[in-house]
């Protein structure tokens, strides 16, 4: 994480051709594409069953890069905004209900936190973006950087609407496994704490201190 | 074309894990990415149905690159190898017909003409691999160079397999637009026409001359 974005592609593999679909799909790429100026440089389109893979590439400085390793015990772990948006509003679109236009923006259009990821080299010393539920993303950095972690529930950044979910329904899945939110989960050595502040005024974003990072027992 | 294979990645979905199967697409990937010194770096893997993108990057100094406009009318066109292979054994096996080892290999483990590719820089001045068959990527070649072609059938390239097969039932397709040869068609300006047969010595390759560009009629 914390690479400057550079170029993406895109294979697409469709059953048919559906003039709308296609229209709306490729202008939505194309303002995330001019969002973070970067050009769809190749790919291949087929027919097929639905899939759709995009490959985003971007350049960091060698060894400067947030790898999922690197995170030492003690150090706090923080999330980026909230969690739980996206995947209450699968959840709601499943049901046939109609998800709120906040949640169906996260699911169908969730913000890359390019801007975080950069700002946060040379301060985070673990990084990884929440694309399958905090639980399993954060694991991966408990595993590769050999360290433990306790989650206090009560101090996960929910929405309103997430939040309320969980009080009727003690469903913790939809912020700890539901994935989909594309947030950002990072580690931050104790000297840098007051940095995070700085960052959180100037990108105008949330972010939530969890809990300390515990030494793993094997 | 003519790029030196920096890195790839693979996005995988599988409806189930069939561990035979992925233990052989994994041995027969990495026996590639070692043939060409090259590292997986990335992708994703999930459940669905089955699709897999694999993305190969590769680096060539700035306006050297080979592309598909620069051909110009009286230029020879040439392609490598044989043609139609691949969809021959595919026409076979859709025929529950065994094809040859030949014909198979053709198909299930297509060679990518890199190092062909890579002779060519400064000499040839388009280049495409024939992935959906010679009509139609020579007409990519044709279209973004503003030029046409006429393709004497007599002259294609051919094993003795797929020619038998086309003496047998006039199945010109399997040739023409078949597809997943992965060979490469290419222009060359009359003034390199000998450096192709020191390329085809050098690489112990075949490389065929198709016929000469015509201008196009608009």
Known sequence: MGATPLYFTLALSLPSV???WLADFSQSLKALAKQYNISLVGGDTSKGKLSITINATGFVEKNQALLRSGAQAG???????TLGDAALAWQQIQKQQTPSSALLKQFNRPEPQVALAQSLLGIANSCIDISDGLEQDLSHILTCSKVGAGINLEALPLSSEVAQHIANTQDWCVALAGGDDYELCFTVPNAYINRIKAIEKDLDIKLTRLVRLLK???
């Open 18 to 20: 559906d003039k709308k």
């Open 75 to 81: 150090d706090p772990i923080f999330v980026s905004n």
């Open 216 to 218: 793993r027992k094997d």
